[in-house]
Nanobody, 123 residues
Framework: QVQVVESGGGLVQAGGSLRLSCAAS????????MGWFRQAPGKERELVAA????????YYADPVKGRFTISRDNGKNTVYLQMNSVNAEDTAVYYC????????????????WGQGTQVTVSS
């Protein structure tokens, strides 16, 4: 059984910063690629950022490039999303996703999901 738990969401003013964390745990579990998705009201879930197992490969969706940074701590099976210069369009539920093995399309293919954490940007 693998658990994926996000934390760090909340209310932030436009132009401010927020850091999300996500920890994956399970007996002898090792996380491969890890990613962050988000879903705003009335919209489909979209990929925000992803990071490969070693941390050397990253992907960012165009709307967050230059503002968000994804990183990971493999010793803790944890991934982070540093969100800077947030704006109203960043308001959404943010979901963490974790791959349990190698995937050919590693940016988009995941096995486990968290329950989500709400991020609300106020103007």
């Amino acid at each position: 059984q693998v658990q994926v738990v996000e934390s760090g969401g909340g209310l932030v003013q436009a132009g401010g910063s927020l850091r999300l964390s996500c920890a994956a745990s399970g007996r002898t579990f090792t996380a491969y690629a890890m990613g962050w998705f988000r879903q705003a009201p009335g919209k489909e879930r979209e990929l925000v950022a992803a990071i490969g197992r070693s941390g050397g490969s990253t992907y960012y969706a165009d709307p967050v490039k230059g503002r968000f940074t994804i990183s990971r701590d493999n010793g803790k099976n944890t991934v982070y999303l540093q969100m800077n210069s947030v704006n109203a369009e960043d308001t959404a539920v943010y979901y963490c996703a974790v791959a349990a093995g190698w995937r050919s399309n590693w940016v988009y293919e995941y096995d486990y999901w968290g329950q989500g954490t709400q991020v609300t940007v106020s103007s």
